[in-house]
């Protein structure tokens, strides 16, 4: 499967279901800029291993292009390509100022060292210092990065530059101009939108039962608000495997214990899951299909694909990662009658908080934690209840509402600019 069709197939059928301008959607198939570079990173041992990073910023016109930076093994133009499409309908479908962009390094960050990881990304941000800046492209953590590789990245860009510009990227550490609330930032937004669709369905939480794939930063941060809010998390893994336990898992002595292990190397302080005692193991296949209330995909896109759609039990999911289920997986799964949250609205509070740091910076303010939750929540707030109203009025799938609302606002802003229809009247 390649992940860059599949989005652009999504995006010009649930566009042309949602009567946007052909033209507009053919522009919308092509990223505006994408950058590959080769990075030279000198290793400890003396040697040089040449690295490959993209960046790209897919459409610019509701404002700056801004997206996460994924270090992973499996990092490819067309994977930045497609979070970066994803990320434009996000943007647009929060009402944030930003239009879409993602970068990425094909790299598995867990084999270098702590040096070697700051090389690569200072060398990253020397090969984007173009492509990026405060008013043109702003990155953020994504998989497997995190507040110090951001703390690194604005340092070198701020010593190419030579002036001070700490809105040139997000997730920042405290001290260098980061915002609070942005750590946990995606996992409460996504709580939130959990917490809305819930008072929409009546669910009582103390009656559902969840499973959760991929406890890091986003998932981490959503199973602990959850579990303090009454819900049973009967199971959760990582990139290791998975652990359940009927009776629920106690999420924050996981996370403590994952925290303690320290068996990954670099700057990850994360153990395994797996290495928890009571419980049974579980693949993480397995994971996705357990009989439980709500399926929480947090981890990467495509884990959900026609090989296992028809085997997911769970009725409702709320896509905590970018794109985990594909196009074809998900008309298997609303046929079933699964009912979906999608992944632009679960997980926009990473990007709504970035852009509260981003203006802070630019102001010079910083922002005390109740604002910016009490901010989130009202993003998140409004946003759902845009959705919630095309959803009901015009009767269709979440996710086509999300995108009939984001391509509806980009397509008034496109065609301001001038386009055919523009030019006939
Ligand atoms: P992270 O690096 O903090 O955590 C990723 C987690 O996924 C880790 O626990 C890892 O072990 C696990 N994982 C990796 N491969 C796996 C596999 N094959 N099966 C199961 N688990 C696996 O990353 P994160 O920031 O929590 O991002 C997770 C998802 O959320 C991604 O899709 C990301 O694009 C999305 N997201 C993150 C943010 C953010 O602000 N961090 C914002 C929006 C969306």
Redesign the pocket.
């Known amino acids: 499967m390649n992940v860059f069709k599949d989005a652009i197939n999504q995006l010009n059928q649930l566009g042309q279901k949602a009567g946007i301008d052909p033209e507009i959607l053919q522009l919308l198939n092509y990223p505006e800029e994408t950058l590959s570079a080769a990075l030279p990173v000198r290793m400890d041992d003396g040697s040089t291993k040449v690295f490959v990073g993209h960046r790209c910023r897919f459409n610019s016109v509701l404002g700056p292009t801004k997206g996460?930076i994924?270090f992973h093994p499996n990092v490819t133009a067309d994977e930045v390509k497609a979070?970066a499409l994803w990320m434009t309908i996000k943007c647009a479908l929060v009402n944030i100022p930003y239009g879409g962009g993602k970068g990425g390094i094909t790299v598995d960050p867990k084999q270098l060292t702590r040096l070697e990881l700051e090389r690569l990304s200072r060398s990253y941000m020397r090969a984007m210092a173009d492509i990026v800046g405060p008013n043109r492209d702003i990155p953020?953590?994504?998989?497997?990065?995190?507040a110090r590789i951001m703390g690194w990245m604005s340092d070198e860009y701020e010593n190419i530059k030579r002036e001070k510009c700490p809105a040139i990227i997000t997730?920042k550490p405290i001290e260098l101009g980061g915002s609070l609330g942005r750590e946990e930032?995606?996992g409460r937004g996504a709580y939130l939108v959990n917490e809305l669709w819930a008072k929409h369905k009546q669910w009582q939480p103390k009656n559902m039962t969840v499973a959760l794939?991929?406890?890091?930063?986003?998932?981490y941060h959503m199973a602990k608000l959850m579990q303090q809010q009454g819900y049973t998390i009967i199971a959760v893994?990582?990139?290791?495997g998975?652990i359940l336990a009927e009776q629920g898992l106690d999420i924050e002595s996981l996370y403590a214990h994952k925290q303690a292990s320290k068996t990954l190397k670099a700057v990850y302080c994360?153990g395994?899951v797996c290495e928890e005692q009571d419980h049974t193991k579980i693949s993480?296949e397995d994971l996705l299909r357990l009989k439980v209330d709500l399926l929480i995909p947090?981890?990467?896109?495509g884990?959900i694909t026609t090989e296992n759609a028809e085997h997911i039990q769970a009725p409702f999911i709320i896509e905590?990662?970018?794109?985990?289920i594909t196009q074809e997986a998900s008309a298997i799964l609303e046929d079933k009658g699964t009912e979906i949250m999608p992944?632009v609205l679960a997980?926009?509070g990473?990007?709504i908080v970035?852009y509260f740091e981003w203006a802070q910076n630019l102001q010079g303010y910083r922002w005390p934690l109740k604002e910016i939750r009490h901010r989130l929540l009202a993003t998140l707030e409004q946003a759902f209840a845009d959705l919630w109203i095309i959803h009901e009025n015009e009767k269709v799938s979440l996710r086509h509402a999300a995108y009939s609302l984001a391509l509806r606002r980009i397509a008034a802003a496109i065609s301001s600019h001038g386009t055919q229809s523009y030019f006939m009247q």
Request: glycine content about 18%; cysteine-free; aromatic content about 6%.
């Open positions: 996460g994924r979070l953020a953590p994504d998989v497997y990065t995190n997730g930032a995606t794939q991929g406890f890091g930063n986003a998932g893994s990582d990139s290791k998975g994360y395994s993480n947090a981890a990467l896109e884990v905590v990662a970018n794109g985990p992944d997980n926009a990473g990007v970035s």
